[in-house]
């Protein structure tokens, strides 16, 4: 396989006996000392006029950011500059980004080519008409050649509209009803999707608040990992409406957080052809990522359906579509007083000619320039220097990596799942668990802030996406700086049963 970006794949059962061993001891954090004396004063000296822009703000935007991977302690940093591996903020101070807005750019920060190619384009036609432009067919020709499978291609104005639309092509394509999604897993924030969110078993327990119940009838959960259950649920839906789809991110729910077994996809594919559901491949992380051709490509299973969001515009807003098969693809065909059985999907500025050409571009040089593989190899060396420091340092930390996409563990909040939600009844009802994840989503928020102040912007504080731009200097770089934080780290008593 040309251009794949996941060299290894480690066994998922030996990461989470490390996750669950790591939730089982008290949290492990940066000291009191070092937090007050170095990182808040950091954020004092170094990042006044941020904090002046966050300020007003508050008064302006709910929250004082606009964006939920906009991270907030002790307050949000505020940037005016990217390029390539970098990202400068208001204050002039540079920090290495391993955000990369959350995944679109693969290729680093404002890469020349995908800026020029949309410069010239707003210098002729402007970023939009609503008519057809060259440019739909070029990044719909250019991914079916990456992706042979998705034979056609409709792109839309984000990841969320991408799930919303298959799971409708899907409904009407089988004749079916019923979606199972993998418990934890991100789809984007639709209503039915919501189900389930991030912590695998809690259904419509957790995040769903102003989702009435009955948007999440026809949609189950299944655990990760579980064959079985996903088996059972098939089974037992046939008699009550049927399956219309299972819908999966490849390399495990929330990007991977929850690692799955190399041939999960593989058995996954084979439940649904036998119980006559689309297997929907949300690839909006791994497409052009983890391989040009996506996860579908590295594990070597054909989904039906494919949903695109992040590097599918390059970088630039409106990034979404979804693909696949012409009988399923062509349900969402476009046009004027169609009153055909189709899937109804739009909006004014999906595929405008600038998010197209961004997008077409951007595929383009993550080809030439073998990205997928080049940004997979930077992963593949922060994970083994981080994992170097945490036995260094004897810290309890988990370090693992899907290629480019990077996971470091610092205090397990990512790995709950709902049964531990509740440790148990008392005389007064359920005794929660929910404390102690509280307390371990915080202390992940302090060791990101702590990255930050040493030159590290993360995903929330346990996500790190690596790209083109990060060299080997970038990488040992950055690990020097892990260091810097990992050296003022001690056991706590906190975030115990008590
Ligand atoms: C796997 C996955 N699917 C869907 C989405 C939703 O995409 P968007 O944020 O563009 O709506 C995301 C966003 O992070 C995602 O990670």
């Given amino acids: 396989m040309n251009n794949c970006g996941i060299s290894r794949w480690d066994n998922p059962r030996e990461i989470n006996r490390k996750l669950s061993h790591l939730t089982s001891l008290p949290i492990y954090e940066v000291t009191d000392e070092y937090y007050e004396d170095t990182i808040l004063k950091y954020y004092d000296e170094k990042c006044a006029g941020s904090r002046k822009i966050y300020e007003e703000a508050k008064q302006y935007i709910p929250g004082g950011v606009q964006h939920n991977l906009a991270f907030n302690k002790p307050f949000p940093v505020c940037f005016d500059r990217a390029e390539g591996a970098y990202l400068y903020d208001r204050d002039g101070n540079r920090y290495i980004d391993f955000l990369q807005a959350g995944g679109p750019t693969i290729l680093g920060s404002n890469y020349p080519a995908i800026r020029d190619a949309a410069i010239g384009l707003l210098n002729t036609c402007g970023p939009v008409t609503g008519l057809l432009h060259e440019a739909e067919l070029m990044i719909a020709r250019k991914i079916h050649q990456c992706m042979p499978n998705v034979e056609m291609f409709r792109m839309l104005g984000s990841g969320t509209e991408s799930v919303m639309a298959a799971l409708r092509i899907s409904r009407i394509a089988t004749g079916h009803k019923r979606i199972i999604k993998i418990g934890g897993g991100y789809h984007g924030w639709s209503d039915q999707m919501v189900y389930g969110l991030k912590i ?15 948007l999440f009838a026809y949609v189950d959960e299944v655990r ?27 390399v495990g729910p929330e990007s991977g957080t929850r690692p799955v077994a190399r041939d999960y996809n593989q058995g996954i594919r084979r439940l649904c052809d036998m119980y006559g559901a689309l297997l929907v491949f949300d690839e909006v992380v791994t497409g052009f990522r983890v391989a040009l051709g996506g996860a579908q490509e590295y594990f070597d299973v054909v989904p039906d359906l494919t949903c695109f969001g992040k590097i599918v515009a390059g970088g630039f807003p409106g990034a979404g579509g979804v693909g696949g098969k012409k009988e399923y693809a062509g349900l969402m065909a476009a046009g004027v007083g169609t009153m055909k059985h189709k899937a109804y999907v739009g909006g004014t500025l999906a595929a405008n000619p600038l998010s197209a050409l961004a997008g077409y571009t951007a595929i383009c040089e993550i080809e030439k320039t073998n990205a997928c593989e080049k940004a997979g190899r930077a992963g593949d060396r922060l994970t083994d220097g981080l994992r170097k420091l945490i036995e260094q340092y004897s810290l309890p930390f988990v370090a693992y990596n899907q290629g480019s996409i990077v996971h470091l563990e610092c205090t397990g909040a990512m790995s709950y799942d709902y049964s531990s939600y509740f440790i148990g009844k008392s005389a007064v009802g359920l005794l929660l668990n929910k404390d102690i994840m509280i307390a371990r989503k915080e202390s992940m928020e302090r060791m990101g802030a702590a990255y930050m102040a040493n030159g590290i912007v993360t995903l929330a504080g346990s996500r790190l996406y690596t790209s083109l731009a990060d060299t080997d200097e970038v990488i040992d770089d950055a690990l020097d700086r892990f260091e810097e934080v990992f050296r003022h780290v001690a056991r706590t008593n906190k975030g115990v049963r008590k």
């Fill in 224 to 250: 990760p990992n579980d064959l079985n259950m996903l088996e059972n649920f098939l089974r037992i839906n046939r008699l009550r409406g049927g399956t219309a789809a299972v819908i999966v991110e490849p």
């Fill in 200 to 214: 695998p078993g809690s259904r419509n327990l957790m995040e769903s608040h102003g989702i009435p119940r009955k």
